[in-house]
Nanobody, 114 residues
Framework: QVQLMESGGGLVQPGGSLRLTCAAS????????MGWYRQAPGKQRELVAL??????SYADSVKGRFTNSWDNAKNTVYLQMNSLKPEDTAVYYC?????????WGQGTQVTVSA
């Protein structure tokens, strides 16, 4: 069984930066993708960034501002978020795909506000 543990969320002012970390523990063999989704109040969960096979896909709204980095050796993924905007406020969920099955973390709150 694989568990995902997120950290790094919090409150930041517009224009600021945060880095989210997600570490996979347990039987992490076979993970083929790792990344992040987010869900704002009253909205559906949406893809933020996902790395698979050496390629990373980003939501259009975060391109050029967010960077997803996956350290395979450590089974850890990092989301560097720069130039944060109030509309980035959401609960951010770590996601991994293992043996074609999705695994989710519990989520970490990111709030961008003056």
């Amino acid at each position: 069984q694989v568990q995902l543990m997120e950290s790094g969320g919090g409150l930041v002012q517009p224009g600021g930066s945060l880095r989210l970390t997600c570490a996979a523990s347990g039987s992490a063999f076979g993970i083929s993708a790792m990344g992040w989704y987010r869900q704002a109040p009253g909205k559906q969960r949406e893809l933020v960034a996902l790395t698979s096979g050496g390629t990373t896909s980003y939501a259009d709204s975060v391109k050029g501002r967010f960077t997803n980095s996956w350290d395979n050796a450590k089974n850890t993924v990092y989301l560097q978020m720069n130039s944060l905007k109030p509309e980035d406020t959401a609960v951010y969920y770590c996601n991994a795909v293992r043996l074609h099955e999705p695994i989710w973390g519990q989520g970490t709150q990111v709030t961008v506000s003056a």
